[in-house]
């Protein structure tokens, strides 16, 4: 059955620091897609990264980095130099190629420290 | 693109009360997503169309909900009767058409609903 979690409920970091968010899963669909996406305070749901599972490279965008251990069944999400602005909840989620469906972990609240 | 639409932005209604949350997704995607966010359970998908179709809709709590998509501009979602537990944000998400695995939802702003 398809699955994603995120245990960790909250986190810290000073800023200007790295953060790694952790994000495992489980698929028995040999296609698909894991996201990132970050909800600030204000609610709306920002897409920041995109990791296809026959990807052979990590995806990188600006700041954000996903770090895929595919046999791990794990999708890391990295964050450089931590801006006060990356405060917020980020939710890790994959999509089936099979069936189209999306689903979300639980979420992770990031809070960075000036 | 003016984006996902969802109506209302806000909904208080009392107990016992119809409650009809509704989107507009972003025109040409025939993927549509209904989701649920609370503090205990996250985001949890209620149910999701392809073409209009509901593919999956085992994620809707109970039989006091339920949700249409009669054409390809507009899906609403119906709590009948409407509990307090219900209170939550509702989430409308829409992608494009194309390999579904590395197409991202585009998600509308949210309806916060309040019953009390």
């Known amino acids: 059955a398809q699955k994603i979690t995120q245990t960790q409920p909250g986190m810290f970091v000073q800023e200007k620091e790295a953060v790694t968010l952790d994000c495992t899963y489980d698929?028995?669909?040999?296609?698909?897609?894991l996201f990132w996406y970050k909800q600030p305070s204000s609610g709306e749901m920002i897409f920041l990264i995109y990791?296809?599972?026959?990807?052979?490279q990590n995806a990188t965008e600006g700041r954000y980095s996903l770090n895929f251990q595919k046999a791990r069944k794990s999708a890391n999400l990295v964050i450089s130099a931590s801006q006060l602005g990356d405060s917020a909840m980020y939710f890790c989620?994959?999509?089936?190629?099979?069936?189209?469906?999306?689903?979300f972990g639980q979420g992770t609240t990031l809070q960075v420290k000036p | 693109d003016a984006g996902v639409i969802q109506s209302p932005r806000h909904e208080v209604t009392e107990m016992g009360q119809e409650v009809t949350l509704r989107c507009k997704p972003i025109s040409g995607h025939d993927y549509l997503f209904w989701y649920r966010q609370t503090m205990m359970r996250g985001l949890e998908l209620l149910i999701y169309?392809?073409?209009?179709?509901?593919?999956?809709d085992s994620g809707m709590p109970e039989d006091r909900f339920s949700a249409k998509m009669p054409n390809a501009s507009f899906s609403t979602l119906k709590i009948q009767p409407s509990e307090p537990r219900d209170s939550a944000v509702y989430f409308c998400?829409?992608?494009?058409?194309?390999?579904?695995?590395?197409?991202?939802?585009?998600f509308g702003q949210g309806t916060r609903l309040t019953v009390v």
């Open positions: 989620a994959m999509r089936e190629g099979n069936t189209g469906k999306l689903i």
């Open positions: 169309f392809n073409n209009n179709v509901p593919i999956d």
């Open positions: 990791q296809g599972s026959y990807d052979q």
């Open positions: 998400a829409s992608s494009p058409r194309g390999r579904t695995m590395n197409t991202e939802a585009f």
């Open positions: 698929t028995s669909d040999p296609s698909y897609g």
